[in-house]
């Protein structure tokens, strides 16, 4: 996925050493509590008058770091939303060709919902990702190693605890990740059900209500949603389970590095501003790991819709067209001669032993009744499939010998099934004739 996106790099780079000096800060902060905390014990231990200068001059630093943190988190989500919506943008216009680019025997083999879905899907979860590699890992990463050799620092005993504390709960947070992958996966696959039933149903609701059929497609649409239901029921369970036991790990952590830390303070090795300081930053350390796990099951999210995303986007097409095909100018004759054609994974062949001639300035209609095999000529002419025998003469040369563009370019059709777009008529009339200014269209519709 990452091939889609260019000019990122600056732009994360630049949130990265953002995101540095926003964790040296966000560990900066408790040293600050620790100063003023030994300040006010030592002026509670002295007679006579007391100088709060001391005091006054760490309030004034608290507040001046705060107010650059504030400014920094500005800074920051500004350009974390711009990434966002660049990252967004560029995914699905960059993919949306390659979607154009899949073969027609491909394309209706699907449903048109799922796919929409897995597309959806598959972008969202990446850009997620990326939003959250800046948000999530680089900050609270980098705070937790910070605070890590802080503590270490101050107390090696209390550094050794914390970092087997946080190191299992991180190894914790990735078997659940493993653990509910499968039901990841089927959850995903019944989103795609879910997706396709409700977008056919909305498209076919006259033919519904014309049958009466809603209550065979309320079961369907049920089906689909219970599925959806029970598959992040069971990976909500496994999730609450690990989350349990890496929080309840965090809270033993926590204690632990306190208790080393209160019992050498009461041997007059530590103050109390270093009680909070470890304390503080002990929680903080055990609460990044949250976020951090976010992280891991966000990956895991990602890594499972992207790749199908990008399974569907490395589908080989049918055929392609030769090296050296070139470009159709004129289409003066269409020749059928013995062809024979059988859909992918039909047992039966739609036409057999098929040939005609249309010359140009000539008129020949193909008649009979449905499932003879008209449209089915219609889609060998314009090459969205190739024949399983015979062969297809255009100007009395093989059809692979011109390019598949420009066949369909120089053919005026009138599909069976109507596509009509969401969007105005002159839009609509742009898209099937793209070389017709505006103007000329809009004087043709008044004419």
Partial sequence: MIKFLKGMHKQLSFLMVLNFLRAALYVYVPFIFKDIINEISRLANISGPSNFNQIYKSLFTLAAVLFVERFL?????????????????????????????????YIEKQRPGALAQKVNQGIYDFVDWIWNLNEWLSMYMISSIFILIVLG????????????????????????????????????????????????SLSHVATIKSLSAQDEINRLF???????????????????????????????????????????????????????????????????????????????????TSARLLKLLNTKPLFVDKDDAVNLTSLQS?????????????????ISDISFEISNNKTLALVGPSGVGKSTITNLILRFYQPSDGSILL???????????????????????????????????????????GDYIEALLHH
Avoid: W
Wanted: hydrophobic share 40%.
């Fill in 153 to 200: 620092i101050k107390n090696l005993y209390v550094g050794l605890i914390l970092l087997v504390v946080c190191s299992l709960m991180v190894i914790i947070n990735m078997r659940k990740v493993k653990k509910s992958k499968p039901s990841n996966d089927k959850a995903n696959e019944y989103y795609e059900k879910y997706n396709a039933q409700l977008t056919e």
């Fill in 334 to 350: 269409i020749n059928f001669d013995k062809v024979y054609f059988k859909y992918p994974d039909s047992k039966s062949k739609a």
């Fill in 73 to 105: 988190d500005f800074i920051n989500e500004k350009y974390s939303d711009t990434i966002r919506m660049y990252t967004t943008t560029t995914l699905r216009q960059a993919i949306f060709p390659k979607l154009m680019e899949l073969s027609v025997a």
């Fill in 222 to 304: 049920n089906k689909a949603t219970n599925g959806v239901k029970s598959s992040r029921l069971k990976q909500f369970k496994i999730q609450r389970r690990h989350n349990a036991a890496r929080d309840t790990l965090g809270t033993i952590g926590l204690l632990a590095a306190v208790v080393v830390i209160s019992t050498m303070a009461t041997k007059g090795k530590y103050s109390p501003g270093d009680i909070l300081l470890v304390a503080y930053l002990a929680r903080d350390l055990i609460l990044s790991i949250v976020p951090i796990g976010r992280f891991i099951d966000n990956t895991a999210n990602a890594e499972i």
């Fill in 395 to 437: 100007n009395d040369a093989g059809a692979d010998t011109f390019t598949q563009d420009s066949i369909r370019d120089k053919i005026a059709i009138v599909m069976q099934d109507v596509a009509l777009f969401n969007t105005s008529v002159l839009e609509n009339i742009k898209i099937a004739v793209s070389i017709l200014t």
